[in-house]
């Protein structure tokens, strides 16, 4: 099967497009480019650079997302308590559980409407430096996915070595 001739910036360019669409969209796109495209050295380093990135990115927003659950289901557990607690005494010395409740809860709010933030400016950030072929400006958030872009990128490099399991 012959393949297709692919100018190597259209190329990155529909990566890096697909990338800030979305996981499945630039999972497709890779898959064609690589099935029925000629990809240059500079494409391919491109797509794993991409790639690792959604990895590291889909890690840390999925950690946060537990993180936030986690939060969600203490409060539940201290709304059960309280209210626990609230039966077994009389009406003037209730303890007032929506008071704390509203403060824990506001400020996972508001905390998680920051990490979500910086993650979107991570991904923006990322995707202009793959453009420009310039480093970006790093945050808490995008050091922490840049850990796992290096992981993602030492367990790609170590695909078909022996012993690759136990060294992680």
Do not use: H
């Amino acid at each position: 099967m012959t393949k297709l001739k692919i100018n190597p910036g259209l190329a990155c360019g529909l990566l890096v497009g697909s990338f800030l669409v979305g996981g499945s969209s630039l999972f497709l796109v890779t898959l064609l480019l690589f099935i029925f495209c000629e990809v240059t050295d500079s494409t391919k380093d491109t797509a794993v650079r991409v790639i690792t990135f959604f990895i590291g990115i889909t890690i840390v927003s999925l950690g946060w997302s537990l993180i936030v659950d986690g939060i969600d289901v203490l409060v539940d557990f201290i709304k059960w308590v309280i209210s626990s607690l609230n039966s077994f005494r009389d009406y003037d010395n209730q303890i007032d559980a929506n008071k704390w409740i509203n403060i824990i809860t506001g400020l996972v709010s508001v905390v998680n409407s920051l990490i979500i933030l910086l993650i979107a400016l991570s991904k923006l950030v990322f995707a202009v430096s793959v453009i420009t072929g310039k480093k970006g400006s790093e945050n808490f958030v995008s050091k922490k996915i840049n850990e796992y872009v290096n992981k993602a990128l030492v367990y790609v490099n170590n695909i078909g070595t022996t012993n690759n399991t136990q060294q992680q």
